[in-house]
T-cell receptor
Framework: AQKITQTQPGMFVQEKEAVTLDCTYDTSDQSYGLFWYKQPSSGEMIFLIYQGSYDEQNATEGRYSLNFQKARKSANLVISASQLGDSAMYFCAMRELGTFGTGTRLTIIP | DTAVSQTPKYLVTQMGNDKSIKCEQNLGHDTMYWYKQDSKKFLKIMFSYNNKELIINETVPNRFSPKSPDKAHLNLHINSLELGDSAVYFC?????????????FGAGTRLSVL
């Protein structure tokens, strides 16, 4: 069975600061993938970033980067220079079986 | 053009009714999914179809029946609606042969059962 754990139900961060959203996972598969999605208050699910278990480099997409530590089974999302528009729910998910974490509600404070 | 589109966006109905939600993707993907998001924002996969074949069927009441007439469509029919079915239902699609299987989501259908 696969499991995603997001231990931060909510976070408040000052605008322009960097923020790290935690995600740990559990799987017995050797090959797997991890996603992060953003869900703003409007409700849509927006794909942010993907990390494959065999990718040698940590994934980056603009201000988003993924701190992938395979031995610790963690795939934390780092958002640099946070903006007000980053306020949203953030979900970590495993590629296989559509397993999602419980999400972290991020609020950026002006 | 919207990549994954769901209709309707809102659905308000009485207990006991039967309703359908439609989903279409124009990304050429081979796999489609249905998710349920409850009031606490918890996302749970319900079904997945690959090339019109059911590949994931989680523990979902058999009142829920997915139908995939072709690779681009995955509809969700719900019989005898109950209060607990109230949620946001998301359709998504991905290409399993792409390696990363990134799922692209529709805008969601908010179902309210009265």
């Amino acid at each position: 069975a696969q499991k995603i754990t997001q231990t931060q139900p909510g976070m408040f961060v000052q605008e322009k600061e960097a923020v790290t959203l935690d995600c740990t996972y559990d799987t017995s598969d050797q090959s797997y993938g991890l996603f992060w999605y953003k869900q703003p208050s409007s409700g849509e699910m927006i794909f942010l970033i993907y990390q494959g278990s065999y990718d040698e480099q940590n994934a980056t997409e603009g201000r988003y980067s993924l701190n992938f530590q395979k031995a610790r089974k963690s795939a934390n999302l780092v958002i640099s220079a946070s903006q007000l528009g980053d306020s949203a729910m953030y979900f970590c998910a495993m590629r296989e079986l559509g397993t999602f974490g419980t999400g972290t509600r991020l609020t950026i404070i002006p | 053009d919207t990549a994954v589109s769901q209709t309707p966006k809102y659905l308000v109905t009485q207990m006991g009714n039967d309703k359908s939600i439609k989903c279409e993707q124009n990304l050429g993907h081979d796999t489609m999914y249905w998710y349920k998001q409850d009031s606490k924002k918890f996302l749970k996969i319900m079904f997945s179809y690959n090339n019109k074949e059911l590949i994931i069927n989680e523990t979902v009441p058999n009142r829920f029946s997915p139908k995939s007439p072709d690779k681009a469509h995955l509809n969700l029919h719900i019989n005898s609606l109950e209060l607990g079915d109230s949620a946001v239902y998301f359709c998504a699609s991905s290409q399993l042969t792409s390696g990363n299987h990134i799922q692209y989501f529709g805008a969601g259908t908010r179902l309210s059962v009265l």
